[in-house]
C-alpha cells in the first residue's frame, strides 16, 4: 500500500453535481491536510485535521465540506462548485499537526469543473 | 511581498550539469525547510528535510539553508533526466495559534539527454 492513497484520480462534474474526494494514509499519521494547486500558483492550503478534530480552516468556501471519521480517512464533499475550483486537489498526512513534522501528499484528485 | 519566492523557470539543463535551484522568504520565524519533487500527474515527494541553517546531502542531493539572508538552496549533482520535474520549496515555523507551512510556487527543470 503507498503511503496516501487519493480517490478517484480524475473526476468531472457540473456545477450542480454532488461528489466526494476521498484520501486515506497508511503512514500511521496524525494529522491530514486538504490542499488546492493550480497552475503556477503555490499550495494552498484548505483544511487541517490533527485527531480527528478540525484544527484550521482557510476561508474556504462553504461548497467544500471536510469530514475525517478517523486518524486514516479524510473526505472533501463537494457541491455546486464553480468553474474557478477546477484543479488538483492534495491530500497530506504527518506524523502530528505541527509544522516541525514534514508532510507526505497523495497523488492528487484532478477535478474539472464544467 | 511573497512569504516565499521561487523562479518557476522553466530551467533547462544538459544531462551530467549541476543543477542549483533556490528559494526566497520573508518570515524569520520558519526553522524546517522542505524540498518537494513534483512528476506530472504526481503528488509531491519530500526530497530532504531540515532544520535552522547548515547543509544536509543525501546521494546527488544538497540542501542549504542559510537564514540569515532568508534563502535556501538545492542541489543537483550529475543531473539525469529522470530528475525532470517541477521542484517546490517549503518551509515551516511557529505562527500565531501554531505552526505554518509555506510552499513556494515551484520551478520546473528539465535535463536533456
Known amino acids: 500500500e503507498t503511503g496516501v492513497t487519493q480517490t478517484p484520480r480524475h473526476l468531472v462534474m457540473g456545477m450542480t453535481n454532488k461528489k466526494s474526494l476521498k484520501c486515506e494514509q497508511h503512514l500511521g499519521h496524525n494529522a491530514m491536510y486538504w490542499y488546492k494547486q493550480s497552475a503556477k500558483k503555490p499550495l494552498e492550503l484548505m483544511f487541517v485535521?490533527?485527531?480527528?478534530?478540525?484544527?484550521e480552516n482557510n476561508s474556504v468556501p462553504s461548497r467544500f465540506s471536510p469530514e475525517c471519521p478517523n486518524s486514516s480517512h479524510l473526505f472533501l464533499h463537494l457541491h455546486t462548485l464553480q468553474p474557478e475550483d477546477s484543479a488538483l486537489y492534495l491530500c497530506?498526512?504527518?506524523?502530528?499537526?505541527?509544522?516541525?513534522?514534514?508532510?507526505?501528499f497523495g497523488d492528487g484528485t484532478r477535478l474539472s469543473i464544467l | 511581498q511573497k512569504e516565499v519566492e521561487q523562479d518557476p523557470g522553466p530551467l533547462s539543463v544538459p544531462e551530467g550539469a549541476i543543477v542549483s535551484l533556490n528559494c526566497t522568504y520573508s518570515?524569520?520565524?520558519?526553522?524546517?525547510f522542505m524540498w518537494y519533487r513534483q512528476y506530472s500527474r504526481k503528488g509531491p515527494e519530500l526530497l530532504m528535510y531540515?532544520?535552522?541553517?547548515g547543509n544536509k546531502e543525501d546521494g546527488r542531493f544538497t540542501a542549504q539553508v542559510d537564514k540569515s539572508s532568508k534563502y535556501i538552496s538545492l542541489f543537483i549533482r550529475d543531473s539525469q533526466p529522470s530528475d525532470s520535474a517541477t521542484y517546490l520549496c517549503a518551509m515551516s515555523g511557529r505562527n500565531t495559534g501554531g505552526f505554518k507551512t509555506i510552499f513556494g510556487a515551484g520551478t520546473r527543470l528539465f535535463v536533456k539527454a
Open positions: 518570515n524569520s520565524a520558519f526553522q524546517y
Open positions: 531540515t532544520y535552522s541553517s
Open positions: 485535521y490533527n485527531f480527528k478534530e478540525q484544527t
Open positions: 497530506a498526512s504527518s506524523q502530528a499537526g505541527g509544522g516541525n513534522q514534514p508532510q507526505h
